[in-house]
């Protein structure tokens, strides 16, 4: 079992900035992905970004530029700074973890962009 605990999240104006934590426990040896997955009131869960074994990085096409995702092997931690955050970035902010065939989730951690 793997546990994922977020945070950093929070309410930003427009065109501000904000860093995602994610804390890893647990069974962490072999995890092979993390990614940040985020929805909206109303919408699917959708992939932000993704980082797999040897630092590897993907992006969403609407954050591309913005967001970056980064690892910290020592802490068992996975970054995600945001910067030039738009209103349309306003959603619930999930961290995800794969090991093998399973799939952990945190919590979630709100992020709200005001205009």
């Known amino acids: 079992q793997v546990q994922l605990v977020e945070s950093g999240g929070g309410l930003v104006q427009a065109g501000g900035s904000l860093r995602l934590s994610c804390a890893a426990s647990?069974?962490?040896?072999?995890?092979?992905?993390m990614g940040w997955y985020r929805q909206a009131p109303g919408k699917q869960r959708e992939r932000v970004a993704t980082i797999i074994s040897g630092g590897i990085t993907n992006y969403a096409d609407s954050v591309k530029g913005r967001f970056t995702i980064s690892r910290d092997n020592a802490k068992n931690t996975v970054y995600l700074q945001m910067n030039s955050l738009k209103p349309e970035d306003t959603a619930v902010y999930y961290c995800?973890?794969?090991?093998?065939?399973?799939?952990?989730w945190g919590q979630g951690t709100q992020v709200t962009v005001s205009s």
């Open positions: 647990g069974s962490i040896f072999r995890i092979d992905g």
């Open positions: 995800n973890a794969v090991q093998g065939v399973r799939a952990y």
